[in-house]
């Protein structure tokens, strides 16, 4: 798991399971890559989200602390594997995630989140904070 996997599955666990910490994850998005670029990462975090609940093939789990579900785990895959062009093994643990008619949607929707890991070191310390 690296500092990366880390900050997104922070997010992507704010926007998955709202409460006080969906806010918070807001705002640090807003401060950090900026408010455009924010805004966009938070759209995209919240439509993979909320397509995950509605057409997961498994009920999704949020987790607590450092280890990520098995959901959230496959989520990392997907979206890491985007970053680094490896569609094949974006499309397999999107697969796992949800039926393959459902496998392009959640690719394009998480398109986006590929900036968590194309960000510059001393960004990734400042969107931590």
């Given at each position: 798991?690296?500092q990366?996997?880390?900050?997104?599955?922070h997010?992507?666990?704010?926007?998955?399971?709202?409460?006080?910490?969906?806010?918070?994850s807001?705002?640090?998005l807003?401060?950090?890559?900026?408010r455009?670029?924010?805004r966009?990462?938070?759209w995209?975090l919240?439509?993979?989200a909320?397509?995950l609940?509605?057409f997961?093939?498994?009920?999704?789990?949020?987790?607590d602390?450092?280890?990520?579900?098995?959901?959230e785990?496959r989520?990392?895959?997907?979206?890491?594997?985007?970053?680094?062009?490896?569609?094949?093994?974006?499309?397999?643990?999107?697969?796992?995630?949800?039926?393959?008619?459902?496998?392009?949607?959640?690719?394009?929707?998480?398109?986006?989140?590929?900036?968590?890991?194309s960000?510059s070191?001393?960004d990734?310390?400042?969107?931590?904070?």
């Amino acid at each position: 798991m690296t500092q990366d996997d880390l900050l997104l599955l922070h997010h992507l666990r704010a926007h998955a399971c709202g409460g006080t910490c969906l806010e918070a994850s807001k705002k640090s998005l807003s401060q950090d890559p900026g408010r455009a670029a924010g805004r966009v990462l938070s759209w995209s975090l919240g439509r993979v989200a909320s397509h995950l609940a509605k057409f997961g093939r498994r009920s999704w789990r949020c987790g607590d602390g450092l280890v990520p579900t098995p959901q959230e785990a496959r989520t990392l895959v997907m979206i890491r594997s985007l970053a680094q062009y490896n569609r094949q093994a974006a499309e397999n643990a999107a697969l796992w995630l949800v039926s393959r008619k459902e496998v392009t949607t959640l690719l394009e929707r998480a398109a986006p989140l590929t900036a968590f890991y194309s960000a510059s070191p001393s960004d990734r310390r400042a969107a931590q904070a």
